[in-house]
């Protein structure tokens, strides 16, 4: 089978460290919750690509707002994330698969939300083209995730808001600064991949360490 991901496999000890690193900075996930609800109506099914751990995901579910599936490669992150919502006792429907291969019809949600993966993608051409059949006419994608003309500057500000321990937060800067940022895209190299995926429109802003890609079907 061909690799659906780049760089390492996120299954196992380095799933638990991510896990453990990132369960640390819930006020990122507040914030991406608060975009949600800038675009998705309460009672909105909403598709969380690559959810990792399942924080953001367990939060929307948590509101009662909304329908929540996850999808996501990684075994290990599958079932840390149906551990945390079965804790959590809210409903969320985590289900192990490709990005660019999806396990849904056309047109079944009304939202869809991509956060610090989309640069991990084997076939980010494929996983565009997935987003668009999976969403309903009218509704919206949004894909965040690091930009490659990333600042040490931002890299070191937001490590620093993560809360986490010494030799995590060496690692984490490290990889933001080395290898991450060369599997990720500026916003001339997203626009031209966007553009061929046959969204009815599309934004593409730029925060000091993201893109924020905004996709209306
Ligand atoms: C850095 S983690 C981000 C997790 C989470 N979204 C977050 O913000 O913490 C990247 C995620 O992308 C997933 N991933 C990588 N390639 C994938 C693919 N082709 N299809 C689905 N998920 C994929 C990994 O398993 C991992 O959960």
Known sequence: MTKAYR??????????????????????Y???????????????????????PGY??????????YTVTGLDISETFIAIARG????????VDF????????????????????????KNFADPAGALREMRRVLRPGATGLIIDL?????????RDDVARMGIGVVSRAFTR?????????????????????SKAGFGAHEIRQTPLTLEVELRK
């Open 7 to 28: 760089g390492m496999s996120m299954e196992g000890t380095i799933a638990r460290w991510y896990d453990a690193s990132n369960g640390k900075a819930p006020s990122r």
């Open 30 to 52: 507040d914030e991406q919750v608060a975009k949600v609800r800038q675009h998705a109506p309460k009672g909105a099914r909403v598709l969380e690509v690559a959810p990792g």
């Open 56 to 65: 953001l995901s367990i939060a929307l579910a948590g509101t009662g707002d």
């Open 84 to 91: 945390k919502a079965l804790d959590a006792g809210v409903p």
């Open 95 to 118: 289900r192990l698969g490709n990005a660019s291969a999806m396990p849904f019809n056309d047109d079944t949600f009304d939202f869809l939300i991509c956060c610090a993966a989309f």
């Open 147 to 155: 930009r490659r003309d990333v600042s040490r500057q931002a890299v």
């Open 174 to 194: 490290f990889a933001l600064r080395s290898f991450l940022p060369r599997r990720a895209y500026t916003k001339a190299e997203f626009e031209a991949l966007v």
